[in-house]
């Protein structure tokens, strides 16, 4: 991202100063200026609605752009045998998927649909995640039995250990 500033427009009740953006790094926090004590709960709920809704049009103009750029190399102006996603990724700061994601919604009949689409499943694919790490349940206890064959397991050599594997093994040849 080139520099640039973003400018929020200033209120009556705060003075806002220019956010610097500088290599994808805001320098003074925009969501300080939407919470200020000054601001009503009402204006600062406006404010934020205000700029959600700035930033989900931004969204939806470049994945229409991007996927009308991607027609454009496809059909051949980048040159011959090169391919849309390689140049993009050379020639675009975003991450592969994040390409993928946008040029699929700027493709879509509903752009707007679509991207709520994306984000449903960006957020069921978090979701997920977060089961798979453990972070949303609870380990049951182990059950008697389990807890008896563990320590059984845990008495054992390791030469016992090994012999009961190779036993288990051959009793159970189905398995493996």
Same mark, same amino acid.
């Given at each position: 991202?080139? $520099?640039?500033?973003?400018?929020?427009?200033?209120?009556? *009740?705060?003075?806002?100063?220019?956010?610097?953006?500088?290599?994808?790094?805001? *320098?003074?926090?925009?969501?300080?200026?939407?919470?200020?004590?000054?601001?009503?709960?009402?204006?600062?709920?406006?404010? =934020?609605?205000?700029?959600?809704?700035?930033?989900?049009?931004?969204?939806?103009?470049?994945? =229409?752009?991007?996927?009308?750029?991607? #027609?454009?190399?496809?059909?051949?102006?980048?040159?011959?045998?090169?391919?849309?996603?390689?140049?993009?990724?050379? $020639?675009?700061?975003?991450?592969?998927?994040?390409?993928?994601?946008?040029?699929? =919604?700027?493709?879509?009949?509903?752009?707007?649909?679509?991207?709520?689409?994306?984000?449903?499943?960006?957020?069921?694919?978090?979701?997920?995640?977060? #089961?798979?790490?453990?972070?949303?349940?609870?380990?049951?206890?182990?059950?008697?039995?389990?807890?008896?064959?563990? #320590?059984?397991?845990?008495?054992?050599?390791?030469?016992?250990? #090994?012999?009961?594997?190779?036993?288990?093994?051959?009793?159970?040849?189905?398995?493996?």
């Amino acid at each position: 991202m080139a $520099h640039s500033d973003i400018n929020l427009p200033h209120t009556p *009740t705060s003075s806002m100063p220019a956010l610097a953006v500088s290599d994808s790094v805001i *320098t003074e926090s925009a969501a300080d200026h939407l919470v200020q004590p000054a601001l009503s709960l009402e204006e600062a709920a406006a404010k =934020i609605q205000h700029s959600a809704k700035a930033a989900d049009d931004r969204t939806l103009r470049n994945a =229409i752009a991007l996927a009308a750029l991607k #027609k454009r190399i496809v059909n051949g102006e980048a040159g011959r045998d090169v391919g849309w996603m390689a140049w993009m990724s050379q $020639h675009i700061e975003l991450s592969v998927p994040q390409l993928y994601a946008l040029v699929h =919604i700027g493709e879509a009949k509903d752009p707007c649909r679509a991207l709520e689409e994306w984000r449903r499943g960006n957020n069921e694919r978090s979701k997920d995640r977060g #089961k798979r790490n453990g972070r949303r349940r609870k380990a049951e206890p182990l059950s008697e039995p389990h807890q008896q064959m563990i #320590k059984f397991i845990l008495s054992m050599s390791p030469a016992e250990v #090994k012999a009961e594997h190779l036993r288990l093994w051959k009793q159970y040849p189905k398995y493996h």
